[in-house]
């Protein structure tokens, strides 16, 4: 019971500092490493999601990113699958989800909503129909 209470009283207290702005998350490409303040590469952050909006496939992106000389944050070459994760991250737009709490509107995000989900809506048209 009292191991219960105690990671409830941690969860609210993580939540409270994400509120704040005081609880960092991971490093985001496009973002300053352990802050939601846009660093140098949020331009190519912005191109990317530009691209796919328009209709350009995952591979070629990243293609375009390591023509460029550019690294994911753990230094390594970009693919689709690392494209595909950037692209489908609500962090882009501000929002984050932790502790299974969305918060909307969290930091200023690179992408705006409405780029983030035409991208995102656009995702879901080439899924395939499971019956």
Same mark, same amino acid.
């Given at each position: 019971?009292?191991?219960?209470?105690?990671?409830?009283?941690?969860?609210?207290?993580? !939540?409270?500092?994400?509120?704040?702005?005081?609880?960092?998350?991971?490093?985001?490409?496009?973002?300053?490493?352990?802050?939601?303040?846009?660093?140098?590469?949020?331009?190519?952050?912005?191109?990317?999601?530009?691209?796919?909006?328009?209709?350009?496939? !995952?591979?070629?992106?990243?293609?375009?990113?390591?023509?460029?000389?550019?690294?994911?944050?753990?230094?390594?070459?970009?693919?689709?699958?690392?494209?595909?994760?950037?692209?489908?991250?609500?962090?882009?737009?501000?929002?984050?989800?932790?502790?299974?709490?969305?918060?909307?509107?969290?930091?200023?995000?690179?992408?705006?909503?409405?780029?983030?989900?035409?991208?995102?809506?656009?995702?879901?048209?080439?899924?395939?129909?499971?019956?």
């Amino acid at each position: 019971m009292y191991f219960e209470i105690e990671r409830e009283r941690r969860r609210k207290h993580r !939540l409270m500092k994400v509120a704040a702005g005081e609880f960092k998350i991971g490093n985001y490409f496009g973002f300053e490493q352990g802050s939601f303040r846009p660093s140098e590469t949020s331009k190519y952050v912005v191109e990317m999601f530009i691209k796919a909006g328009t209709g350009m496939g !995952l591979s070629r992106i990243a293609r375009w990113l390591n023509d460029h000389g550019l690294t994911t944050v753990r230094g390594n070459a970009f693919t689709s699958s690392s494209v595909k994760t950037i692209l489908s991250n609500p962090v882009y737009c501000g929002n984050i989800t932790i502790e299974d709490v969305r918060i909307i509107n969290h930091h200023t995000g690179i992408a705006s909503p409405k780029l983030w989900e035409k991208v995102n809506k656009q995702e879901c048209k080439h899924a395939p129909v499971l019956i």
